[in-house]
C-alpha cells in the first residue's frame, strides 16, 4: 500500500510573463519554458490522499499550458487544495474547470487599491484583474468552492491604497477575506526594479510605523463596518491593532 504526504507544497514552475517591480523575474533572463515534467498522474494520486497541497512557485502556474493537468476531475472534500496567481492570466476556460472540479482555495494576489499603484508594482494590468476577478465570481455564482481570498504585500509605495482596496474587494462581495502580510525581513532594503534594467536600493519595502498604523487602522474601520474579513498573517485584524502590533 502507498504512503502519501498528507502535506504537500508543490513548487511547479518558476515562469513568468509578468515584470513586478519586487521581483526578480523584472530583469533576470528565465527560461522560456510553459510546461512541466511532473508527472500528473503521480501528483494527482497525491493530490487524492492528502488533506493540504499548495500548488506554489516562484512564477505564474496559470501561464503554464499544462496547469489543469496536475488538477484532479473532483478533488476530494478531504483535501484543501490551494494555489495562489496574479488572476492576469486566468481565462474563462480555466476558472469553469476550477469550479468545476472543485478546487478549495484561489488566494488573488492584488497589492493596490488603485491604477496607478499597481501600475507601478505590477504593470499594465489593472483592467485585466477586475475583469478576472469579476468573471471568476460571475462563474462560481452561489457554488461553496473555489473560496476565493486575496492578499497584499503591503509597503512603503502601496500601503495608502489598502483602504480603497478593502472598499474594492466589499462592492465585488463572495470574496473570503483580504489577508495583507510584509514582505521578509530581509527584503525591507533590498532591491526594487526601477521598471528599467536595474534595481536600486530606496526603501520601497520598508513601512513608517505612523503610516502603516493610520491605513491599516482606516482599513479596519472600513472592513468592520461592512462585515468583511481584514486579516494579518497569522490573525484577524481588530482594534488590539492600537497597541501596534499584528
Known amino acids: 500500500m502507498n504512503q502519501y504526504p498528507k502535506n504537500v507544497t508543490l513548487y511547479l514552475t518558476e515562469y513568468c510573463e509578468m515584470k513586478c517591480a519586487f521581483c526578480s523575474h523584472a530583469i ?14 503521480t501528483i494527482k494520486e497525491i493530490i487524492q490522499n492528502s488533506e493540504t497541497f499548495n500548488i506554489a512557485g516562484d512564477g505564474e502556474v ?14 476530494p472534500d478531504s483535501c484543501n487544495l490551494f494555489f495562489s496567481t496574479s488572476i492576469v492570466p486566468l481565462t474563462t476556460q480555466i476558472i469553469k474547470e476550477l469550479v468545476k472540479r472543485k478546487v478549495t482555495h484561489i488566494y488573488c494576489s492584488i497589492d493596490a487599491g488603485d491604477r496607478e499603484t499597481y501600475n507601478k508594482m505590477r504593470g499594465p494590468y489593472w483592467n485585466k484583474l477586475w475583469h478576472n476577478l469579476e468573471k471568476l465570481i460571475e462563474i462560481k455564482k452561489d457554488q461553496y468552492k ?6 497584499m504585500m503591503i509597503c512603503n509605495s502601496n500601503i495608502h ?6 472598499q474594492k474587494l466589499i462592492e465585488l462581495k463572495n470574496i473570503e477575506c483580504l489577508l495583507i502580510y510584509r514582505p521578509e525581513k530581509k527584503a525591507e532594503r533590498s532591491q526594487w526594479c526601477n521598471g528599467g534594467e536595474e534595481f536600486f536600493l ?18 479596519i474601520d472600513i472592513a468592520r ?6 486579516v494579518s498573517r497569522d490573525r484577524f485584524l481588530n482594534y488590539e491593532y492600537q497597541h501596534r502590533q499584528m
Open 28 to 41: 533576470y533572463p528565465q527560461s522560456n519554458f510553459k510546461t512541466t515534467n511532473f508527472n500528473p498522474i
Open 62 to 75: 496559470l501561464y503554464l499550458n499544462n496547469f489543469l493537468d496536475y488538477i484532479p476531475y473532483t478533488v
Open 146 to 151: 473555489p473560496i476565493i481570498k486575496t492578499t
Open 161 to 166: 491604497t489598502l483602504p480603497k482596496l478593502v
Open 202 to 219: 530606496d526603501n520601497e519595502l520598508a513601512i513608517d510605523q505612523d503610516k502603516e498604523y493610520k491605513y491599516i487602522l482606516e482599513a
Open 225 to 230: 463596518n461592512n462585515n468583511f474579513n481584514l
